[in-house]
């Protein structure tokens, strides 16, 4: 057998947890913040 084989992406992805940590974090925080700027651009403006 060959032990010089590569890991598929998805696999040394899953293998480190750190970067599941940082796109844990990060995926949902730039996803809400563009969602939030989003709906405030779309707030019609006051007549007043």
Known sequence: ???ET???ALQRLMDNPW???VL???IPVIS???WGWIEIALIPASPY
Do not use: A, D, Q, R
Request: net charge positive; proline share 7%.
């Open 24 to 26: 844990g974090v990060l």
């Open 6 to 8: 590569k890991k598929p």
């Open 32 to 34: 809400y913040t563009i």
């Open 19 to 21: 970067l599941l940590l």
């Open 1 to 3: 057998m060959n032990k």
